[in-house]
């Protein structure tokens, strides 16, 4: 049987791609951002998947305002990268697991969530930049992303936008799938974006470190209690980007019951205009 075998949550900085693309990430700024992914990288090549189902948003570059899913699975056997700002990341195509995927939405859809079922999809810097973080740069021509990924793409962007308790439950349905697929697969489930961040308006540049901090304590000690916090508190304490943190529900969501093994956390301000968030949580058996 697959099994979800852990968590692990980042933000998605576009900025951090470009920084990598453009040979920038030995510079002082970014040295302090990519510190805070070492033990990451070497954690992931000891314990590599062989699926990461990954939780992000699209930033209007796979879907446009015609067009916008709540929920959006992956179902296609691969995903081109593309991007606004800087352009396509000179990243690896990304490779898919249809089956998985196909599996995944029969079983969280007769579960009661509407998904919709993506069968050609374009994936952004919110899926790509948090698979360099974990996985490196590509060092040479002929790199492959070492596992497969499924892109999950949920609306943060365009309101109404689900709430923290749809996503968290959305998780346990996930899980659910992953646990009735009948090959022996080692899943992980990564959320992504956050952590506080405001890109517009007055507040543009807002961050909030209280706020951050204690996100991070209730996602590992109580998520379920996390998961009741309404929007307009996302929107008030973390800005309007950071709204993107129900994102990280989902992935916790999708976590057994056993209090998780924490085996990494980091923080940290700036990163563009946010700040960076990194937490990886293993399952207990
Ligand atoms: C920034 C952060 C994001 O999460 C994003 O999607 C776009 C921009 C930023 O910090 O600039
Ligand atoms: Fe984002």
């Known amino acids: 049987m697959a099994r979800i075998s852990a968590s692990v949550y980042t933000s998605h900085v576009p900025a951090i791609g470009a920084a990598l693309d453009q040979g920038k990430s030995g510079e002082p700024y970014w040295q302090k951002v990519f510190s805070g ?4 990288k070497q ?4 314990n590599p998947p062989d699926v990461v189902f990954l939780v992000y948003n699209d930033h209007a570059n796979a879907f446009s305002l015609d067009l916008i899913p709540t929920f959006a699975i992956g179902c296609a056997a691969e995903f081109q990268p593309a991007d606004e700002g800087w352009g396509p990341r000179p990243v690896p195509m990304v490779r898919g697991h ?10 969280v859809i007769q579960d009661d969530f509407d998904l919709t079922i993506a069968n050609k999809m374009d994936v952004d ?3 790509t930049v948090p698979l360099s973080l ?3 740069q590509p060092p040479a021509d002929d790199f492959r992303w070492p596992c497969a990924v499924i892109p999950f793409a949920v609306n943060v962007v365009q309101y109404p936008v689900p709430s923290g308790r749809r996503c968290y439950q959305l998780g346990r349905a996930i899980r659910r799938a992953v646990d009735s697929f009948d090959q022996p697969l080692n899943v992980q489930i990564w959320g992504t974006g956050g952590m506080s961040h405001q890109l517009q308006g007055p507040r543009a540049g807002l961050i909030n470190r209280e706020f951050d901090r204690d996100f991070l304590d209730r996602l590992i000690a109580d998520p379920a209690a996390l998961a009741s916090m309404p ?3 996302y929107v008030r304490e973390a800005g ?5 943190l129900v994102m990280w529900l989902i992935a916790r969501g999708a976590m057994n019951d056993k209090p998780p093994r924490v085996v990494h956390r980091f923080y940290h301000v700036p990163a563009s205009n946010t700040a960076v968030g990194h937490l990886i949580l293993e399952n207990q058996e």
Request: net charge negative; hydrophobic share 40%; no cysteine.
């Open 231 to 233: 929007h307009i508190d």
């Open 125 to 127: 810097h919110g899926l």
């Open 98 to 107: 249809p089956e998985l995927a196909a599996h995944i939405a029969q079983s």
């Open 43 to 46: 954690w992931i090549k000891a």
């Open 240 to 244: 309007s980007e950071g709204i993107e």
């Open 37 to 40: 992914y070492e033990k990451s």
């Open 134 to 136: 974990m996985f490196g």
